[in-house]
T-cell receptor, first 110, second 111 residues
Framework: DAGVIQSPRHEVTEMGQEVTLRCKPI?????LFWYRQTMMRGLELLIY????????DSGMPEDRFSAKMPNASFSTLKIQPSEPRDSAVYFC????????FGPGTRLLVL | GEDVEQSLFLSVREGDSSVINCTYT??????LYWYKQEPGAGLQLLTY?????DMKQDQRLTVLLNKKDKHLSLRIADTQTGDSAIYFC???????????FGKGTRLHILP
C-alpha cells in the first residue's frame, strides 16, 4: 500500500486566495483525520470522519475552514479566504486499528 | 479531561539508552502509541501497546506501561544519530474516539 497520500506537498499562496488540500486515505480504513501542526501550537486535530461522515469538527478554527469526504478514498480541506496565520503543515491521517499519517502539506500564506 | 503530558526535550549521548516518559489521564485508554517525527516529515507510527499489556519489546525499542500510575515510557537502546527526532506519546480512550497526542519530546543526540 502506498500509505496516506496528500497533495500538494507544498503550497505558497497569497492572502485571500482559496486553498484546497487533498488526501487519499489507506484503502480499507474507516477513519480519516485532518491535523494542523505549527511551532507555537503543536499538533491540533481539526476534524475527523468515520465512514465518510464528519464526527467532530470542533477543532476547525473558523468558518473559513471546511472539509469534505465525498467518498471513502478522498477528502479535501479547504481554506477560503486564506490568511497568513493559516501557514502551517497540514496532515491527513487514516486509521483502521492504528492511525497512519500522510507526509503533510506545507502551506505558506503570504 | 483527557490530556497527555511529556517533557519537551531530552539529550542523550550516542550509544546510551534514551528513555522518554509520558503520563496520560484517561484510565479507559485502550491503546497507547509512540510516534516519531523526523525533520520535515510526517508522524511515523513506531510502536503501540494494548492497555492490558505491561511491556512490549521490538528490537531496540521497549515500551513500558504502568496502568496504575497512567505512565508510559519508551526506551531506545543504543541510541543512534538517526534516532534524533520528536517523539509523540498518544492515547486512544476507546475504539471510536480520536487519538489524544502529547506535545512531543525532542530527542537530541550528543556525539
Amino acid at each position: 500500500d502506498a500509505g496516506v497520500i496528500q497533495s500538494p506537498r507544498h503550497e505558497v499562496t497569497e492572502m485571500g486566495q482559496e486553498v484546497t488540500l487533498r488526501c487519499k486515505p489507506i484503502s480499507g480504513h474507516d477513519y480519516l483525520f485532518w491535523y494542523r501542526q505549527t511551532m507555537m501550537r503543536g499538533l491540533e486535530l481539526l476534524i475527523y470522519f468515520n465512514n465518510n461522515v464528519p464526527i467532530d469538527d470542533s477543532g476547525m478554527p473558523e468558518d473559513r475552514f471546511s472539509a469534505k469526504m465525498p467518498n471513502a478514498s478522498f477528502s479535501t480541506l479547504k481554506i477560503q479566504p486564506s490568511e497568513p496565520r493559516d501557514s502551517a503543515v497540514y496532515f491527513c491521517a487514516s486509521s483502521g486499528e492504528t492511525q497512519y499519517f500522510g507526509p503533510g502539506t506545507r502551506l505558506l500564506v503570504l | 479531561g483527557e490530556d497527555v503530558e511529556q517533557s519537551l526535550f531530552l539529550s542523550v549521548r550516542e550509544g546510551d539508552s534514551s528513555v522518554i516518559n509520558c503520563t496520560y489521564t484517561d484510565s479507559s485508554s485502550t491503546y497507547l502509541y509512540w510516534y516519531k517525527q523526523e525533520p520535515g516529515a510526517g508522524l511515523q507510527l513506531l510502536t503501540y501497546i494494548f492497555s492490558n499489556m505491561d511491556m512490549k519489546q521490538d528490537q531496540r525499542l521497549t515500551v513500558l506501561l504502568n496502568k496504575k500510575d497512567k505512565h508510559l515510557s519508551l526506551r531506545i537502546a543504543d541510541t543512534q544519530t538517526g534516532d534524533s527526532a520528536i517523539y509523540f506519546c498518544a492515547e486512544l480512550p476507546n475504539r471510536d474516539d480520536k487519538i489524544i497526542f502529547g506535545k512531543g519530546t525532542r530527542l537530541h543526540i550528543l556525539p
